[in-house]
């Protein structure tokens, strides 16, 4: 499965937690915790948490079923 783009709303949905999937990965669900407190505490944090989750997922074929529950 491809990595949506940078721009897909999914990714901020995610990081504001309005986006609640059921990821298998405790590395994925670890991330993404941190960076929600990340652009919880500093909203204009938001475009360089996606970059580091897109990332995250681009790098990483081990996160594929966290991919898919996106």
């Not at 407190?37 to 081990?62: C, K, M, W, Y």
Request: avoid cysteine.
């Amino acid at each position: 499965m491809a990595v949506p783009s940078k721009t897909d709303a999914r990714w901020q949905a995610l990081l504001t937690g309005s986006l609640e999937p059921a990821f298998t990965s405790l590395a994925t669900r670890l991330l993404v915790a941190r960076l929600r407190q990340e652009v919880s505490r500093n909203p204009a944090a938001l475009t360089r948490a996606i970059d580091e989750l897109h990332g995250f997922f681009t790098a990483n074929e081990f996160v594929a079923r966290d991919l898919a529950a996106l």
